[in-house]
C-alpha cells in the first residue's frame, strides 16, 4: 500500500520518473519485456509498454512518458524489488474506501476524474501529481472479500 499510495502522491516509483531515459529505467529495473509491437517494429516504435510484473512504463523517444502499476483484485500482485524493497509480491486487494481514506491521511488532494468514472468504475485524480486512480467491481471469479465494493485497479501517469 505504502508504494501505491508514495506513487499517487508523487508521482515517482521508487527511483522511476517521467522523463527519464528507458535505458536509465532498465539500469535501475533490469530489462523490461517489451511489448509485442516494439519487438516487431524495433525499440524506436513509440507509445508501447515494456513490462515488469505489474509495473509498465510507456516509452516515447526512448523516455519514460507513462507509469502504470496494474492490479488484479483478489490475486498477488507483483513489483519489481528495486521499486518494492524486501518483497516482490503483494496483496493486490485494496477498497476504494481504504485507498481515498490513504489519500486524506497523507494530505493528497484527490477530483473525481469524470471521464473515467461509468458504469462500473470510478476513478480520481491527485493532485498535485495528477496520477489517474481507478476502481473497478471485482471481476467474475475474483476472491475478494466483498463482490459489490470497488476494488484499485490501475494506477497510471502520463506525460501531459
Known amino acids: 500500500m505504502n508504494v501505491l499510495l508514495d506513487f499517487a502522491v508523487t508521482g515517482r516509483i521508487g527511483p522511476v520518473h517521467l522523463g527519464m531515459p528507458l535505458a536509465a529505467a532498465e539500469e535501475v529495473l533490469g530489462p523490461g519485456r517489451p511489448h509485442p509491437q516494439i ?9 508501447y509498454p515494456y513490462v515488469w510484473g505489474g509495473l509498465e512504463l510507456v516509452v516515447t523517444g526512448r523516455h519514460v512518458s507513462g507509469i502504470s502499476v496494474r492490479l488484479d483484485p483478489g490475486s498477488v500482485a507483483r513489483l519489481p524489488p528495486e521499486v518494492l ?26 477530483v473525481t476524474n469524470a471521464g473515467l468514472t461509468f ?22 471469479g475474483a476472491d ?7 476494488y484499485l485497479e490501475f494506477l497510471d501517469k502520463q506525460t501531459a
Not at 470510478?122 to 476502481?135: D, E, H, I, M, Y
Open 39 to 47: 519487438v516487431l517494429k524495433g525499440p524506436d516504435f513509440d507509445g
Open 85 to 110: 524493497p524486501d518483497a516482490g509480491a503483494y496483496a493486490a486487494t485494496v477498497l476504494r474506501e481504504d485507498f481515498t481514506a490513504a489519500l486524506d491521511a497523507a494530505g493528497c488532494g484527490y
Open 119 to 140: 458504469d462500473e468504475q470510478s476513478a480520481v485524480t491527485t493532485r498535485p501529481a495528477g496520477v489517474n486512480v481507478l476502481f473497478g467491481m471485482p471481476a467474475r
Open 144 to 150: 475478494v472479500p466483498d463482490r459489490g465494493r470497488f
